[in-house]
């Protein structure tokens, strides 16, 4: 072995260690989840930069970076998931929360992604498994228009304030035609204070992730 590929072998194992130390748990899942990605040649882990996304840029779009792992995994097991619940992940990248959504009985998970470049993968992964609950759309999330077909609501902080407004309109309106109880789970909820605004949403609950951002969890009357 080349001292090279040693040197690098080493780094990454330290760097293993190091993320085990640190949490045990993140880690043991991501190392079976990308086992589990790897067998059937799935990819959505990575870093897109908002630049390189392909979305206008007035639109104010943010990095990729994918949002599924044990802490979602954990979240979805408190709120009891039950055969008659939808979701949608709203800019769903390549799709790394549905793969978590997937182990649960929701009877449609769907996502909203506006970056062709993530719709290819994502459409490219979801191809991929047989499960048949699971599809994606192409588009901008404001412009989505079958929110009446869904009870819960995923995001990752995944658009600025100009997509989040017209995103949200588009929810009021659905509810206030179809009123039902709504729950958005947002995670890195930076726009906490337009959801309140709304006055449809209030906040229920939150919980921690990997890092020192949030869960938030919102659910209508």
Avoid: W
Avoid at 55 to 70: D, K, R
Avoid at 88 to 98: A, E, F, Q, T
């Amino acid at each position: 072995m080349k001292l090279t590929d040693f040197k690098r072998k080493f780094k990454k194992g330290v760097a293993l260690l190091y993320k085990f130390i640190k949490n045990p748990q993140l880690t043991y899942d991501d190392f079976f989840q990308f086992e589990f990605e790897k067998k059937k040649g799935i990819i959505t882990r990575g870093f897109v930069k908002d630049v390189n996304l392909g979305i206008p840029i007035e639109l104010n779009p943010h990095s990729y970076v994918p949002g599924g792992n044990i802490y979602l995994k954990i979240l979805l097991k408190k709120m009891k998931i039950q055969k008659s619940d939808t979701i949608i992940d709203l800019g769903c990248g390549l799709g790394s929360p549905m793969l978590y959504m997937m182990r649960f009985p929701f009877t449609k998970i769907s996502g909203v992604e506006y970056s062709k470049e993530l719709f290819k993968g994502c459409q490219n992964n979801l191809d991929k498994l047989t499960d048949s609950r699971i599809n994606v759309f192409y588009g901008d999330a404001g412009d989505f228009n079958y929110f009446d077909e869904y009870n819960y609501i995923f995001m990752y902080n995944p658009f600025g304030t100009v997509t989040m407004k017209r995103v949200l309109e588009r929810i009021m309106r659905s509810y206030t035609k179809n009123k039902r109880i709504i729950t958005v789970i947002y995670k890195n909820p930076i726009f906490h204070k337009l959801i309140i605004e709304t006055g449809i949403f209030h906040k229920i609950s939150e919980f921690n992730t990997e890092d020192n951002f949030k869960f938030f969890v919102y659910r209508t009357e």
